[in-house]
């Protein structure tokens, strides 16, 4: 994967992750209702395999989140301890 260096960066793949997080949610519940449905068995099957197949994919996703939430909060805290730094010795 390439390294992603930049505060923006960062904010642009949660950003992705999270509108990918909400079309998964969005497919697991309308094969919920679908199951509601009482669908024929094998559709019923199908179901199941797509559900077990985006719980994995949840997990995925909620990995690459994680590590771009912690990407950007390392850069924020970074920025502030330059700026706190920059502005301390002005002070003096």
């Given at each position: 994967m390439k390294q992603q260096s930049s505060l923006s960066d960062w904010i642009?793949?949660?950003?992705?992750?999270?509108?990918?997080?909400w079309y998964l949610k969005d497919d697991v519940m309308a094969l919920r209702k679908e199951l509601d449905?009482?669908?024929?068995?094998?559709?019923?099957?199908?179901?199941?395999?797509?559900?077990?197949?985006?719980?994995?994919?949840?997990?995925?996703?909620?990995k690459e989140r994680s590590r771009a939430k912690k990407e950007i909060d390392e850069t924020l805290i970074e920025l502030v301890k330059k700026a706190k730094k920059k502005y301390s010795v002005k002070s003096k």
């Open positions: 642009n793949k949660l950003s992705v992750e999270n509108i990918r997080l449905s009482k669908p024929a068995s094998k559709r019923e099957l199908e179901i199941y395999k797509r559900l077990t197949q985006l719980a994995f994919d949840d997990v995925d996703i909620v």
